[in-house]
């Protein structure tokens, strides 16, 4: 297993994580994800510290905390060989104190997690989303103070906007508090908008990133296909309305370019999938999931073997998209591409 820095950090993590929402099963949401019990997420942690993946990301709203709990016991007894990472701000109920990033909510979410991870510290925690009622200074300080007390030892975030996480950063400059070192982000083949903003900014602020649903939320599974039914088992039958949105056409081209790189390594469509976002900038780590032992181990033979360039140009021709203004003409327009060559 090959292990980067987190960003900035000193926090050295595997490249491969492994995703533990699929861990307690509640909910019509996470019950498709997966159902693990203690026992069978326990053999699972099993094999990945056994491959040298000892990082585990759960949330609060995973399951309802099942996911935490469940986490919890299936590394009891060997809290010094994992990290956790965990993330909280995401609703948890109706009431107006159910929500966001507030320096008590906060307070109170960290409690509640380490409690049910049977823990007494988080390697990282992130915020799960962009929280825009509660000031950046307020969020910062009160993370200083888990830092300080030892509840906490490293900060990021979750799917944040580009310019907040920026005045994030600023801020925490201004007034000597920690900085944020990781961003979890949706990034794959058939996601590529991390790359037109935040991966710039990942590169020259120190932010490593974390990259959740590295298989399109499972449509790069390799069993999706042109012409073909979505195959039953398949968690899109419950839960594409939850995923990131991707055109018919494009999916089909994706994968039929992953087929053909399949074809060439004898690797599979998903192991191919994530070895690309292995190659790509700023990515500290690839949070995979796995409902059981089989899923599990067929990820983690991503890792070991590099894409050629002639590969990873292939697979970048098939999924590139223009991106959006104002980043269009910088791809589209010879002056504006003469004056920032690293975007084309």
């Known amino acids: 297993m090959e292990y980067r820095q987190l960003g900035s950090s000193g926090l050295r993590v595997p490249v491969l994580s492994f995703g533990a929402g699929t861990f307690g099963g509640a909910g019509p949401l996470f019950s498709a994800w997966g159902q693990s019990d203690a026992n069978e997420a326990r053999r699972l942690v099993d094999i990945c510290l056994d491959a040298g993946v000892n990082l585990f990301d759960t949330a609060d709203v995973y399951s309802d905390g099942a996911s935490e709990r469940v986490l919890g016991e299936a590394i009891r ?3 010094d060989a ?4 965990t993330k909280t701000g995401l609703p948890t109920g109706d009431g107006p104190a159910d929500w ?3 320096r008590s909510r906060l307070i109170r979410q960290v409690e509640a997690a380490l409690r049910r991870l049977g823990t007494d510290y988080i390697d990282l925690l992130q915020l799960h989303a962009f929280d825009a009622s509660t000031p950046a200074e307020e969020v ?3 993370l200083e103070i888990l830092v300080a007390a030892g509840k906490v030892r490293y900060t990021g975030v979750s799917n944040y906007p580009g310019w907040q996480l920026m005045k994030a950063l600023a801020a925490a400059d201004r007034y000597g508090r920690p900085r944020y070192v990781a961003h979890q982000v949706y990034y794959s083949l058939i996601g590529r908008a991390y790359e037109a903003d935040l991966m710039p900014l990942g590169a020259d602020q120190g932010v ?3 990259v959740w649903s590295p298989l399109g939320w499972g449509r790069l599974t ?3 296909r042109r012409g073909a039914p979505i195959p039953e088992g398949s968690r899109l039958h419950e839960t594409a309305v939850f995923a990131p949105p991707v055109e018919d056409e494009h999916l089909y081209h994706v994968v039929e370019a992953l087929e053909a790189v399949a074809d060439e390594t004898g690797k599979s469509v998903p192991q191919i999938a994530i070895n690309w976002l292995l190659q790509r900038p700023t990515v500290s780590s690839v949070i995979i999931g796995a ?3 089989e899923q599990l181990r067929q990820n983690l033979g991503a890792v070991g073997w590099s894409l050629t360039p002639a590969q990873m140009a292939a697979l970048d021709a098939a999924s590139e998209v ?3 203004y104002p980043h269009t003409p910088y791809r589209q327009q010879e002056g504006f591409a003469r004056l920032n060559p690293s975007l084309v």
């Open 322 to 324: 223009l991106p959006p």
């Open 140 to 142: 910062l300080a009160t």
């Open 291 to 293: 409902r059981n032992e």
């Open 208 to 210: 490593g990133a974390l």
């Open 222 to 224: 390799g069993k999706i």
């Open 82 to 85: 994992v990290l956790i990472s």
């Open 77 to 79: 007894g060997r809290r």
């Open 100 to 102: 966001g990033v507030s």
